[in-house]
């Protein structure tokens, strides 16, 4: 697992990985932030764990701001994607420098399988506190249910190291918000968490 955290750092190889694996899934991802976030002027947009920062394409109209721990990736991000009206911030989503209501939405795709309970749920109310209720959306990975061996295999290998079950994850988020959607969806063999609070 370390050396897959090691190999991950490198953000060509996190691409290609991303651009394999995960194609699937990533085309059924911008399908829903394009549903869900209107791209329009005056709308401000944070997405928690950019990563390399490549759903700020969708983003045309919308002021775009990526934030992520890892320099590197912010780095990489911001050479490839950065303009005026796209943005990359390092910073931690468990404690946001941003004022409340701040942003019109916030999204995060594949960040809270990092994290621990108590840290998905602090991330979750920084979120609430910069855009408000109905404007987090959030999709992430969870186990599968029974019958998809491979893809069960492949959360198993995962850098994330607190995947979860969509029952699971459902209590710890019904245990502390007003979750407002909330469905679990599969994009090739890979299972995911969709909701917004
Ligand atoms: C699986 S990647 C997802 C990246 C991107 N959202 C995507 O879907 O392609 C998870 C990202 O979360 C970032 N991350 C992990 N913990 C974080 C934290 N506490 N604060 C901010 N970013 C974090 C990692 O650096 C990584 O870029």
New binding site residues.
């Given amino acids: 697992m370390g050396v897959i955290n090691h190999l991950m750092g490198f953000p060509r190889l996190y691409a290609f990985v ?1 651009n394999s694996i995960a194609r699937s899934l ?1 085309h059924q ?1 911008k399908s829903s932030l394009c549903r869900d976030l209107p791209d329009k002027t005056g709308v401000d947009i944070l ?6 920062g ?2 700020s394409v969708l983003f045309k109209q919308a002021t775009y701001t990526g ?4 320099e590197c ?1 912010i780095h990489s991000a911001t050479s490839k994607y950065g303009r005026p009206g796209v943005t990359f911030i390092a ?4 404690k946001l420098s941003f004022s409340s209501g701040h942003f019109s939405y916030c999204f ?4 809270y ?3 621990p309970d108590d ?1 998905v749920v602090a ?1 979750l109310q920084e979120a609430l506190r910069v855009a408000g209720p109905g404007r987090v959306i959030v999709m992430d ?1 969870i186990f599968p249910p029974r019958g998809n061996f491979p893809g069960y295999l492949l959360r198993r290998l995962d ?2 190291k607190f995947v979860r079950t969509f029952t699971a994850y459902e209590q710890l988020l019904r245990n502390h918000f007003n979750v407002q959607e909330i469905t679990a969806k599969r994009g090739g063999l890979l299972d995911y968490i969709y909701y917004r609070l």
């Fill in positions: 991303q990533h991802v997405d928690i764990g950019c990563g390399i490549d759903y934030l992520d721990k890892d990736y910073g931690d989503a468990t995060s795709v594949g960040l399988h990092h994290l840290a991330s990975a850098r994330g």
